[in-house]
């Protein structure tokens, strides 16, 4: 059957069903004096499609979480007082599941989220490109001041063996919508589609403010014992309209079979399937749960950006294993995963139209990447203006990296020797590994211990030393997870695994730092080696149940980064040490009654010894203007905000209620 075929038959019934639901849902409450929000209703009874519906059931949830974070040297290790954060927030989450007997299953949440005197933080739109004639000079955004609510996760569930027959010893579903989905413990791929950025990523749950919209076909192959699904998440679409379709993005390819516009068919999707084997089931009367969950995960990105927007491509697929083992006295996890696939990045015209002062005060246009001599004679060149005639020419320049330094014709212009990149390649050869496992003394007291593995690499794009190096065929040996937000299973860290975290910097280049190229902040799970342990306590205090939860880790790099001089301004051809710090964490949950409890999170972070070697290493040009000041004024290192290495401390306590 044709793919157009099968969407023929599958959408009116979709729709059909979805109706259905709303339908029935609405005449459950007609037909009923009250809603019982425990208990499941069977006074009402209707026939559709010649079926009995019956036991229907329409419950109603509330979850609020207030809470207050401050944190001191945790973005930048720094010391300065200016190095502090802090902020209250607040999270409501309205829920509603309803379910026509063995049919139909629907849920809705709907979330409001804001930070106290911080009307900005609701509601902010994207980022567009402020241009003053041909440049661009910056970027803005807007927000709404008012308190909204947005859907958070909303999907109808279909039992497919009692809606269209299909026979199967097992239950089979089709599921659509906005849902959380991931693979193994959410590192390969996770449900992090739209987050709030935070502090740290203590409550992980709380920092995802959508779900991925998506389809999920799942059920079981063996009752009870192998189940199985397919999922397909649509992550971004720039194929929805005209306008998108022909967004001039690719000018500086000069592309002209195209006119330098997107083309048909850009969409972010992700394809996922996997198995659940359970060979030993508690439910099934086994005595232990054991399960093994392979899995495969595609994603295409045909937008990813180096430098511009949609200068290359991403192909990354993921396989990995994941299992859990569970006895009455013992917890034990592990998941293994590894890339394969490719990065394709476009030959690139990197040459803009910038702003900058002339001599007489006044301002100009000229080209970062045109020069008026000859770069490989003179240095300190000076750009070119973007006058009209030099528009003309440097639009009929050729795409070529080997023009690179080159004179442009007879006009008496230059390429700069890195105006042109060549198409490349890189390969993605990362894998990661996680373990932990947990001892079970007695109800009240449980020990867990974890160590963890994921590759890393420098940044495949750019060679902060020698430009052309990096534009060459590669490998990327660093892991990459996608819509990551894993914080620890049995031994949770608070620092440097999670939604947010402390910054790791890559290598800062080795020659002048006059330049506009850093070091960058290593993404999420990777480039780490990491151990911990944890203890949980139970105890009661004024008859209530109070958890303790204390741990320890220490963490260290990978692939080791370069040193960075203070004295120079530059980074040092010495590698600097992999201790990343040691971590020590506490979280005390105290159970007030059934549907109310408070908590209290506290943690410090030291730094290790590889925070000392990079100590001053600026991240951007602000943090270099900062550097540079210092020999000039006098100001102590301490008292700027620079990547530093004195303890990090965080305290988080609140409240959350839920009915």
């Given at each position: 059957m044709k793919p157009r075929q099968i969407l023929r038959?599958?959408?009116?019934?979709?729709?059909?069903?979805?109706?259905?639901?709303?339908?029935?849902?609405?005449?459950?409450?007609?037909?009923?004096?009250?809603?019982?929000?425990?208990?499941?209703?069977?006074?009402?009874?209707?026939?559709?499609?010649?079926?009995?519906?019956?036991?229907?059931?329409?419950?109603?949830?509330?979850?609020?979480?207030?809470?207050?974070?401050?944190?001191?040297?945790?973005?930048?290790?720094?010391?300065?007082?200016?190095?502090?954060?802090?902020?209250?927030?607040?999270?409501?989450?309205?829920?509603?599941?309803?379910?026509?007997?063995?049919?139909?299953?629907?849920?809705?949440?709907?979330?409001?989220?804001?930070?106290?005197?911080?009307?900005?933080?609701?509601?902010?739109?994207?980022?567009?490109?402020?241009?003053l004639a041909d440049a661009k000079i910056g970027e803005h955004s807007h927000f709404l001041s008012k308190q909204i609510f947005w859907l958070r996760e909303g999907w109808v569930d279909i039992n497919l063996n009692h809606t269209i027959g299909v026979d199967t010893e097992g239950a089979q579903h089709f599921k659509t919508g906005l849902f959380p989905y991931e693979l193994g413990r959410g590192i390969s791929f996770g449900s992090a589609y739209a987050v709030s950025p935070g502090l740290l990523g203590f409550y992980a749950d709380a920092v995802v403010d959508q779900n991925t919209p998506g389809f999920l076909l799942y059920g079981d192959l063996v009752k009870d014992r192998v189940l199985y699904d397919i999922y397909l998440g649509i992550?971004?679409?720039?194929?929805?309209?005209?306008?998108?379709?022909?967004?001039?993005?690719?000018?500086?390819?000069?592309?002209?079979?195209?006119?330098?516009?997107?083309?048909?068919?850009?969409?972010?999707?992700?394809?996922?399937?996997?198995?659940?084997?359970?060979?030993?089931?508690?439910?099934?009367?086994?005595?232990?749960?054991?399960?093994?969950?392979?899995?495969?995960?595609?994603?295409?990105?045909?937008?990813?950006?180096?430098?511009?927007?949609?200068?290359?491509?991403?192909?990354?697929?993921?396989?990995?294993?994941?299992?859990?083992?569970e006895t009455d006295q013992f917890q034990f996890g592990f998941e293994f995963a590894a890339n394969f696939g490719h990065q394709s990045v476009k030959g690139w015209d990197s040459n803009i139209i910038e702003i900058d002062a002339s001599d007489t005060g006044s301002l100009i246009e000229q080209y970062n990447k045109v020069l008026t001599s000859n770069p490989k004679t003179?240095?300190?060149?000076?750009?070119?203006?973007?006058?009209?005639?030099?528009?003309?020419?440097?639009?009929?320049?050729?795409?070529?990296?080997?023009?690179?330094?080159?004179?442009?014709?007879?006009?008496?212009?230059?390429?700069?020797?890195?105006?042109?990149?060549?198409?490349?390649?890189?390969?993605?050869?990362?894998?990661?590994?996680?373990?932990?496992?947990?001892?079970?003394?007695?109800?009240?007291?449980?020990?867990?211990?974890?160590?963890?593995?994921?590759?890393?690499?420098?940044?495949?794009?750019?060679?902060?030393?020698?430009?052309?190096?990096?534009?060459?065929?590669?490998?990327?040996?660093?892991?990459?997870?996608?819509?990551?937000?894993?914080?620890?299973?049995?031994?949770?860290?608070?620092?440097?695994?999670?939604?947010?975290?402390?910054?790791?910097?890559?290598?800062?280049?080795?020659?002048?730092?006059?330049?506009?190229?850093?070091?960058?902040?290593?993404?999420?799970?990777?480039?780490?080696?990491?151990?911990?342990?944890?203890?949980?306590?139970?105890?009661?205090?004024?008859?209530?149940a109070i958890d303790w939860n204390f741990g320890l880790l220490s963490y260290w790099q990978d692939i080791p980064t370069h040193k960075f001089n203070l004295s120079t301004k530059t980074a040092s051809p010495e590698l600097a040490s992999r201790h990343l710090g040691v971590e020590l964490n506490c979280t005390i949950t105290i159970n007030s009654t059934k549907n109310l409890k408070g908590f209290l999170i506290g943690g410090l972070f030291i730094p290790g010894q590889h925070y000392v070697d990079i100590t001053g290493m600026p991240l951007g040009p602000n943090d270099l203007a900062i550097l540079e000041s210092i020999d000039a004024d006098g100001i102590m290192l301490g008292s700027a905000p620079l990547l530093n290495s004195k303890t990090a401390s965080v305290i988080n306590f609140g409240l959350e209620y839920e009915f």
């Open positions: 038959l599958w959408l009116p019934l979709i729709i059909a069903l979805s109706a259905a639901t709303v339908t029935t849902i609405n005449h459950t409450i007609a037909t009923n004096s009250t809603i019982n929000t425990e208990a499941k209703s069977k006074e009402t009874q209707l026939e559709i499609w010649g079926c009995r519906w019956e036991e229907n059931e329409f419950t109603m949830g509330l979850k609020t979480r207030l809470e207050y974070l401050y944190g001191k040297n945790c973005n930048m290790f720094s010391g300065s007082p200016l190095d502090q954060t802090m902020f209250m927030q607040g999270i409501w989450d309205l829920k509603t599941k309803a379910k026509i007997g063995k049919f139909l299953e629907s849920y809705l949440t709907i979330r409001n989220k804001y930070l106290w005197g911080s009307p900005d933080s609701i509601a902010n739109t994207s980022t567009n490109t402020l241009k992550l971004h679409n720039d194929s929805d309209n005209f306008g998108r379709v022909n967004e001039k993005i690719y000018l500086q390819q000069k592309d002209p079979s195209w006119y330098g516009a997107r083309g048909f068919g850009h969409v972010n999707f992700a394809l996922a399937t996997r198995l659940f084997w359970f060979p030993l089931k508690k439910s099934c009367g086994d005595p232990a749960t054991l399960s093994f969950e392979p899995y495969f995960m595609y994603n295409h990105d045909p937008e990813l950006k180096i430098e511009f927007p949609a200068d290359s491509a991403s192909n990354l697929i993921t396989l990995g294993l994941a299992s859990e083992c003179n240095p300190n060149a000076a750009h070119a203006p973007a006058s009209a005639a030099n528009k003309v020419i440097v639009s009929k320049s050729a795409n070529n990296y080997q023009l690179n330094g080159q004179a442009i014709g007879t006009s008496g212009l230059y390429n700069s020797i890195d105006r042109f990149t060549p198409p490349y390649t890189n390969k993605y050869t990362g894998f990661m590994f996680v373990v932990d496992g947990s001892y079970i003394f007695k109800p009240e007291l449980k020990l867990s211990g974890t160590l963890g593995w994921a590759t890393g690499d420098e940044n495949p794009n750019k060679d902060l030393n020698n430009f052309n190096e990096s534009s060459i065929d590669g490998d990327y040996n660093g892991f990459i997870g996608l819509q990551e937000a894993y914080s620890g299973k049995r031994v949770i860290s608070l620092f440097v695994i999670g939604a947010n975290t402390v910054v790791r910097p890559t290598s800062a280049p080795t020659d002048s730092l006059q330049g506009t190229t850093f070091g960058s902040d290593s993404p999420g799970f990777s480039n780490l080696i990491y151990g911990g342990i944890a203890l949980d306590l139970k105890s009661n205090f004024c008859t209530k």
